[in-house]
T-cell receptor
Framework: AQSVTQPDIHITVSEGASLELRCNYS??????LFWYVQSPGQGLQLLLK??????LVQGIKGFEAEFKRSQSSFNLRKPSVHWSDAAEYFC????????????FGRGTSLIVHP | DGGITQSPKYLFRKEGQNVTLSCEQN?????MYWYRQDPGQGLRLIYY???????QKGDIAEGYSVSREKKESFPLTVTSAQKNPTAFYLC?????????????FGPGTRLLVL
């Protein structure tokens, strides 16, 4: 069965520091990968997605993610975090040839210190 | 502007009462979804629909019902059989091409029990 793991429940960084949020998946076929962000009490907003092509994907708000097939990972990065980036981040994975509905990780809560 | 709307933002349910959450989209998407979100548990799929007048149960359908009479609308009813309905409910939509598609989310409805 497909699964998505976000190993970190909470991540705390200082404003201006770099950020990396981890996402690992378990699939047998070609994965379709997503990162979403959720501010408190709001819906999910798509940050970026990977379907094929260049494994380094650029998204909105200065985020990027890199697909590493050998490590079954799709980690989200940002070189310099702003206080407004404090939110919940969700990784989601769908499988070509399998269920077309992505499976979501449990989320990572980002706390930004001034 | 195209998007997904959910109403109400907050909903209160009394013991034994059925309540209905509204979800409308003007993205011309074929597929629509309902998720339940509890703290620390990520998103869990309740029901989904790929086409008008057809829908399927997700992972946690017990105590919920849906209808899909129009392409734009996918209301969710939380019945009295759902013993623990307090949660944040998210509606999403996507194209339905038979493969993995990007989901877009509404702003959510928070359901509270009186």
């Amino acid at each position: 069965a497909q699964s998505v793991t976000q190993p970190d429940i909470h991540i705390t960084v200082s404003e201006g520091a770099s950020l990396e949020l981890r996402c690992n998946y378990s699939y047998g076929a070609t994965p379709y990968l997503f990162w979403y962000v959720q501010s408190p009490g709001q819906g999910l907003q798509l940050l970026l997605k990977y379907f094929s092509g260049d494994t380094l994907v650029q998204g909105i708000k200065g985020f990027e993610a890199e697909f590493k097939r050998s490590q079954s990972s799709f980690n989200l990065r940002k070189p310099s975090v702003h206080w407004s980036d404090a939110a919940e981040y969700f990784c989601a994975v769908g499988e070509e040839g399998g269920s077309y509905i992505p499976t979501f990780g449990r989320g990572t809560s980002l706390i930004v210190h001034p | 502007d195209g998007g997904i709307t959910q109403s109400p933002k907050y909903l209160f349910r009394k013991e034994g009462q059925n309540v209905t959450l509204s979800c409308e989209q003007n993205l011309n998407h074929d597929a629509m979804y309902w998720y339940r979100q509890d703290p620390g548990q990520g998103l869990r799929l309740i029901y989904y629909s790929q086409i008008v007048n057809d829908f399927q149960k997700g992972d946690i359908a017990e105590g919920y019902s849906v209808s899909r009479e129009k392409k734009e609308s996918f209301p969710l009813t939380v019945t009295s059989a759902q013993k623990n309905p307090t949660a944040f409910y998210l509606c999403a939509s996507s194209m339905a091409t038979g493969g993995v598609e990007t989901q877009y989310f509404g702003p959510g409805t928070r359901l509270l029990v009186l």
